[in-house]
């Protein structure tokens, strides 16, 4: 390979990286704003709820289910977007004593491991999906139960994402 082509390559692997940096900051962003949209929703509709049940003595069905719901999905987001932020529980007790080649290489299998992680949330949740299309919510019959797990593969795609771009950052 000639010093041209190792440069050129050298390049691109460098903009490509900063491309699924830049990429993955956005993501986190829009993670961020629909888990704090959720956050409103899920009040709004727990609210709702409690007004119509002991204010105006007629429950609303669909109230308990759906506010379970839109906190799977803000569980989710808000775990995938942990991974971005490096805000999820570590124990740096071993990582912090080892010398600084090795302590890389602990963190680039951290997070080869937690893209791993993702790959399974994807691909069990993918088959999750599936397999509810027939199944729709009990208070709401016409929503299917697909909303809900698609929480799953979301998560893990953008685990993957964040992780490999974690790569890129370090």
């Not at 949209?37 to 069905?61: E, K, M, T």
């Not at 399974?120 to 919510?137: C, D, T």
Request: glycine share 6%; hydrophobic share 60%.
């Amino acid at each position: 390979m000639s010093l041209l082509a190792k440069v050129l390559n050298r390049v691109a692997l460098a903009v490509a990286g900063r491309l699924l940096v830049t990429f993955a900051q956005a993501l986190n962003s829009l993670a961020l704003a629909i888990a704090s949209l959720l956050v409103v929703l899920i009040f709004v509709v727990a609210g709702l709820g409690v007004i119509f049940r002991y204010v105006l003595q007629h429950s609303l069905p669909w109230a308990d289910e759906a506010a379970a719901y839109l906190f799977i999905w803000l569980i989710f987001l808000g775990a995938a977007s942990e991974v971005w932020t490096d805000g999820h529980p570590a124990m740096h007790l071993f990582e912090d004593r080892l010398p600084p080649r090795l302590r890389r290489t602990a963190r680039i299998v951290a997070m080869l491991t937690i893209a791993v992680w993702g790959g399974v949330l994807l691909f069990s949740g993918i088959k999750a999906v599936i397999l509810e299309a027939p199944e729709s919510m009990s208070s709401l019959p016409g929503v299917s139960l697909q909303l809900p797990y698609a929480a799953i593969p979301v998560c893990g795609a953008l685990i993957i994402i964040f992780a490999l771009a974690k790569l890129r950052t370090r």
